[in-house]
């Protein structure tokens, strides 16, 4: 995966500049302590230009990160996501991935940032966890402690967890891990949120000891508007394992189905359960092809 080459713009404390002229700073707080907030955001080439979906909710979980952990947020989000499309043009990006990060200066302290820069990038990416059913598995790396993190803020050092959990799995043989928390019920994936189809509903884990996915949320006001009932509770691997179907959802891999877990394979063809119908619903979403602003 190529991210950038000599020609790729970065947008880098009120500039752009070329990725390959940015430097790092060697005694950062964020390169030595994973100190820094970032976000994933996606550009759609619509019929009405190239839209960033959900821009506005993204830059404000931005600063919400930031603030949760004293890193300070210097910007104004419209401003910055005006800057976000800025950089789809320089690079000449209609569809794209778009990664904001926001970063400490010098300080070998473990105290808070005094100061902070903000880098954003973009570069082409399809659906991370790619197009096909996955095989999935229960993870022995467990879900950050609510209470010894800020679990709800998008924090560069706590996606260590989410490596040796996703890594754990691709080792296995499986494309994905799901994460227990610290009560012993599925919270999520690596980097995902998770739904399952059980009886003509769909289930999915509650707020509290998982991300709150802006994805997650949207798939949760999709079903709102289709009239499917969505239940938020615990749900053991037992629940996971003995459900219809279930799909994974998150910005970088949008929504995508899940075929077996733990070795056991859902016996519901994919295309005709809940999950598909809201995959492709959110991709008519993403597209503009289908308005659903009133409803979300």
Known sequence: ???????????LDGDFVKATDAGIDLFGQSLHYGYSAFEGLRAYSTHHGTRIFKAEEHFARLQRSCEAINLPYLW????????????????NLRAAYIRPLVFSGSNMHLTSAKDAHIMIAAWEWGPYLGQNLLRVCTSKVQRLHPKSFHIEAKVSGQYINAILASTEAIREGFDEALMLDHNGFLAQASSENLFIEKGHKLYTPPLGNIFPGITRKTVIDLCRHLHIEVIEKNLTIKDV???????????????????????????????HTI?????RKYKQLVLEEENYEVII
């Open 76 to 91: 104004n989000n419209q401003h910055l996501i005006e800057k976000s499309y800025a950089l789809l043009e320089a690079n």
């Open 1 to 11: 995966m190529q991210y950038y080459n000599q020609d790729t713009y970065i947008y």
């Open 275 to 279: 999950g598909a119908s809201i995959q």
């Open 241 to 271: 394992q003995d459900a219809d179907s279930a799909f994974l959802c998150g910005t970088a891999a949008e929504i995508i189905g899940i075929k077996e877990v733990d070795g056991i394979v859902y016996k519901e063809d994919w295309e």
